[in-house]
T-cell receptor, first 113, second 112 residues
Framework: EAGVAQSPRYKIIEKRQSVAFWCNPISGHATLYWYQQILGQGPKLLIQ????????DSQLPKDRFSAERLKGVDSTLKIQPAKLEDSAVYLC???????????FGPGTRLTVT | GESVGLHLPTLSVQEGDNSIINCAYS??????FIWYKQESGKGPQFIIDIRSNMDKRQGQRVTVLLNKTVKHLSLQIAATQPGDSAVYFCAENRGYGQNFVFGPGTRLSVLP
């Protein structure tokens, strides 16, 4: 079984630039999550999708972050414009259903200079 | 606010010894807990889980203990190996329909 795929693996941008991350969850997983993991901290949930609908985006900075999962499979997370404090690893995870074990991708390491 | 936390941010153990990683949680409604292992440059990987109707669960070389009275969770790794070096996170699920909240993590270093 293929795992959660993410791209790119690394990204370096200047502040005020835009960036987008892509995630392909495990086939058949209805629930998809985006987490932000700042160095030395645990993952923090940004947004959760159930199929193509948003279930929880309470911790997503909506003035600069956006995410979509149009066809209920792949998802993209965008930051526009980026700030220095957005430097982190962005993890995508998927699960069969909410509350089930989550499978994580390798993450995208973002550095904002 | 309520949070999941860890007593020790770093833990160093000799190869072959047993490791114990601790986690405190404050939400009595939490009913499902997972321990994750995160190696450098990788996403968190499931190790073992436990539900609140259990006190202990064993896997291969790992045991999770849950003490609901003091809201404490621990991960025991037997015969720690160099490959166990990683950051370990506990995550709690605060009830049906809720998401997992991750603690800050403990870095385990295995000394030769």
């Amino acid at each position: 079984e293929a795992g959660v795929a993410q791209s790119p693996r690394y990204k370096i941008i200047e502040k005020r630039q835009s960036v987008a991350f892509w995630c392909n969850p495990i086939s058949g997983h209805a629930t998809l999550y985006w987490y932000q993991q700042i160095l030395g901290q645990g993952p923090k949930l940004l947004i959760q999708f159930q199929n193509n609908g948003v279930v929880d985006d309470s911790q997503l900075p909506k003035d600069r972050f956006s995410a979509e999962r149009l066809k209920g499979v792949d998802s993209t997370l965008k930051i526009q414009p980026a700030k220095l404090e957005d430097s982190a690893v962005y993890l995508c995870a998927s699960s069969l259903a909410q509350g089930n074990e989550q499978y994580f991708g390798p993450g995208t390491r973002l550095t904002v200079t | 606010g309520e949070s999941v936390g860890l007593h020790l941010p770093t833990l160093s153990v000799q190869e072959g010894d047993n490791s114990i990683i601790n986690c405190a949680y404050s939400n009595s409604a939490s009913d499902y807990f997972i321990w994750y292992k995160q190696e450098s440059g990788k996403g968190p990987q499931f190790i073992i889980d436990i539900r609140s109707n259990m006190d202990k669960r064993q896997g291969q070389r790992v045991t999770v203990l849950l003490n609901k009275t003091v809201k404490h969770l621990s991960l025991q790794i037997a015969a720690t190996q160099p490959g166990d070096s990683a950051v370990y996170f506990c995550a709690e699920n605060r009830g049906y329909g809720q998401n997992f909240v991750f603690g800050p993590g403990t870095r385990l270093s295995v000394l030769p």
